[in-house]
């Protein structure tokens, strides 16, 4: 399976620049989701029929502290004016949703937040989301930034056949 | 009035991210929402009430009310000459 990470503090602008340039929305997402889309971008970047829509991947991102980065953010805005921007990524499902838009995804798309980092939950529930037999590869991710600079973040590409063997 | 389009602008930029837009990028009469102009999106149009607000006291009652004002930055700017309290 292919895996990529993005080291914790690197220049996300930067690194957007390097693998995408095409996507302006990326500078309005909060920091969960910037890691998300691109983890997902060095992943399948090199994929043939990049952006023809597809039903047969699932996204699947989990994490321990979810969105709360951006919470704060949107907290801190409350008692001037709430900031809708902020707000529309207070919870810490968008992540997914934003990396299926882009990809032009339609199959399964989850966010769990857990306890702290399991592997083997992790890959328990990747195992479950390929229970549906439509389902032939997966977007994995493990995003966890509690702060704008600080993140631990990794994706994997899984097909079907490795993850069932 | 071209000072206020262009401090609109300025501002715009900032509350919306548009990052690695100038000022310059911005043609005054183009439509800020759609597919020409900025492309703006429907989340865009409540940052833009929070920033008439914040910046000028002026209160839209409505996001339709904003589709109005907000066609363009030159419709914006004249509304805000109008209308400002600040």
Not at chain 1, 6 to 34: E, T
Not at chain 1, 68 to 75: L, M, P
Not at chain 2, 49 to 74: C, D, H
Request: a negative charge.
């Amino acid at each position: 399976m292919k895996h990529v990470s993005i080291p914790s503090g690197a220049d996300l602008g930067a690194l957007y620049r390097q693998v995408a340039g095409d996507y302006p929305k990326f500078f309005k997402m909060d920091v969960l989701s910037k890691l998300g889309f691109l983890l997902t971008e060095m992943l399948v970047a090199d994929e043939a029929n990049r952006f023809q829509p597809r039903e047969d991947r699932a996204v699947l991102v989990f994490s321990r502290e979810g969105c709360v980065a951006n919470d704060r953010h949107y907290a801190a805005s409350m008692p001037d004016f709430p900031s809708p921007a902020l707000f529309v990524y207070t919870l810490p499902n968008i992540v997914s949703g934003e990396i299926a838009i882009r990809n032009k995804y339609a199959g399964e798309t989850s966010a769990y937040v857990l306890e702290k980092y399991d592997e083997a939950q992790l890959w328990a529930l990747v195992r479950e989301a390929f229970q549906d037999r439509c389902t032939k590869s997966a977007v994995v991710a493990w995003i966890d930034c509690p702060s704008d600079t600080v993140w631990k973040a990794d994706a994997w590409l899984v097909g079907r056949e490795e993850i069932l063997k | 009035m071209n000072e206020l389009i262009n401090e609109l602008k300025l501002k715009v930029i900032e509350a919306l991210n548009l990052e690695g837009m100038t000022p310059e990028d911005i043609d005054d009469n183009a439509p800020l929402f759609g597919d020409q102009g900025l492309g703006l999106d429907s989340i865009d149009v409540l940052e833009l009430i929070v920033l008439l607000e914040k910046n000028y006291g002026i209160r839209l009652a409505t996001p339709q009310e904003g589709k109005e004002v907000f066609k363009s930055m030159a419709v914006m700017a004249e509304y805000v000459a109008a209308n400002r309290k600040k």
